[in-house]
């Protein structure tokens, strides 16, 4: 009896001897216990190097399983996971090869995918997997760019001599130069930049309000100015034909015109010969001081009393506008007289292919018609205007109605920002309201300038943004361009 009780103990120790092992084995080697569920997903390598039955399988750097098995299936490996049943993996999930280390362990690691994908269950198979980057062809690629790297810098040095670096060296520092230049005048002008940045904001922010209706306006131009610019092309190809037979027909006229103009150059040289000799006439009264005094003094009454004109500068402004809203062109002449700095008069010409509206009531059979013609397409300014600095009003006739106007000028009136209102009467041509504009124009290469801005802002109907430009020339302009005009010989 005593004897059984021994072997009942001995036999007792050895199967909880054999419990614990097997727990330890299965916790120290992540190995799921018999009893435990969980559910099997299967996925497919080119290449596992380095990877083992019973390897880690992560999910975000937390274990969520094991690789229970790995199969060579057509060349490939195949890998059988035993996965925790509480983890969710979904049909968009990948599959990558990961290293502890540069030289550790490899496991599995899992995207789990997004829940809006359906979820997968026993049996079935992870479509996406990444391989892992093999490390001795990284460390061949390594070696190789250091050997490249190597025969460079060797290269390098057997290019660029004492001199070179020398010259290098002066390079290095002039660059050193430069920066603390342009610190030292980002310092001094930091206000003035950040006003500059400042208003680029603001102007950023108004182009991206105002910009899909401007882009619209500029593809509708655009469209235009292509359907009709073909006609243009053949305009001008048709006038070029015309002009050049006319010089082919009139050839010989010219000819006898030149003729002409030679010999009558020749009779006044000899006039001039003669008169110079103090024959004749003319010839006595220049050899005359009497008649050179009497000059003079006429000259001195003349101008005294013609300061006023020596004082008085003309401006002659020629451009033309197209209109987006009206899908319209316009053109505008003006004549500027400024007699003083302070005040100047504006006379100008204006097309307007809408014109306007003239309205006639009648009675017939005791109804009220009312009619409406287009009564001028050629319209007339005269306006007054008085500077105050840099702000100029204006009053007047404007596109044959009553009008008022007002000019801002900047950058040394290269600039200006205008508007004006006019047709008080709502007059023009499916016109309510009277007419307003505000825009902008700018001067550049002296005589051309660009203009821009919104035309009929109250009229919805008619609203639009208008683009154009033109040339303008001041009389001292004219004169200079005059008398630049290259002398024709005639020998």
């Known amino acids: 009896m005593k004897k059984s009780s021994t072997e009942l103990k001995v036999g007792l120790f050895a199967i909880i001897v054999i419990i614990f092992l097997t727990y330890m084995t299965f916790k120290v080697g ?32 937390v274990e969520a399983g094991i690789v229970e098995k790995i199969e060579l299936i057509n060349g490939r490996a195949k890998l059988t996971l035993i996965m925790e049943p509480d983890i ?62 190597k025969e460079l810098t060797g290269n390098l040095n057997s290019i660029l001599g004492e001199t070179q670096k020398e010259e290098i060296k002066d390079s290095i520092h002039n660059l050193k130069v430069i920066t603390a230049n342009i610190k030292e005048i980002s310092i001094d002008n930091k206000e003035p930049l950040t006003r500059t940045i400042a208003q680029l904001e603001d102007f950023t922010k108004s182009l991206s309000e105002q910009g899909p209706g401007f882009m619209s306006d500029m593809r509708k131009l655009a469209k235009n100015l292509g359907d009709k610019g073909p006609e243009l092309v053949d305009n001008l190809d048709k006038a070029a034909r015309e002009f050049k037979d006319v010089i082919a027909e009139n050839r010989k006229t010219f000819k006898d015109s030149m003729d002409n103009i030679k010999d009558v150059s020749k009779s006044a040289t000899n006039i001039a010969r003669k008169m110079e000799e103090g024959e004749g006439t003319l010839g006595k009264l220049m050899k005359d001081d009497t008649l050179y005094n009497s000059l003079t003094s006429v000259s001195k009454q003349a101008e005294k009393s013609f300061d006023f004109v020596g004082r008085l500068r003309t401006y002659l402004d020629f451009h033309t506008e197209y209109n987006t809203g009206e899908s319209e062109w316009k053109g505008y002449f003006d004549l500027t007289l400024r007699p003083q700095e302070d005040k100047y008069y504006i006379l100008g010409i204006v097309t307007d292919p809408r014109g306007s509206v003239k309205t006639t009531e009648t009675t017939i059979n005791g109804l009220e018609v009312t009619e409406e013609e287009v009564e001028s397409k050629v319209e007339f300014t005269a306006q007054f205007a008085k500077k105050f600095k840099d702000l100029a009003l204006r009053i007047g006739l404007m596109e044959n109605t009553f009008g008022v106007g007002a000019d801002y000028f900047f950058d040394s009136e290269k600039g200006k920002i205008k508007f004006d209102m006019w047709d008080l009467s709502a007059r023009e041509a499916e016109s309510k309201r009277a007419h307003a504009r505000i825009g902008v124009d700018y001067r550049f ?35 200079y361009l005059l008398g630049s005009t290259p002398n024709i010989s005639m020998k």
Do not use: C, H
């Open 30 to 61: 992540g190995l799921p216990p018999i009893w435990e569920k969980g559910y099997r997903l299967y996925v497919v390598f080119d290449d596992i190097s380095g990877l083992d039955e019973q390897s880690r399988v992560k999910i975000a750097g």
């Open 88 to 149: 969710k993996i979904y049909k968009d999930a990948k599959a990558y090869m990961r290293m502890a280390g540069l030289l550790g362990d490899r496991y599995l690691s899992l995207e789990a995918g997004t829940p809006d994908e359906p979820v997968l269950g026993n049996g079935d198979t992870i479509a996406d997997s990444v391989p892992a980057i093999d490390v001795g062809m990284l460390a061949n690629q390594l070696t190789s760019a250091a050997v490249y790297l």
């Open 445 to 479: 290469f002296k005589f051309f300038f660009v203009s821009s801005g919104v035309d009929n802002l109250i009229n919805s109907n008619r609203r639009g943004i208008y683009v154009g430009g033109g040339i303008k020339f001041e009389d001292e302009d004219l004169k």
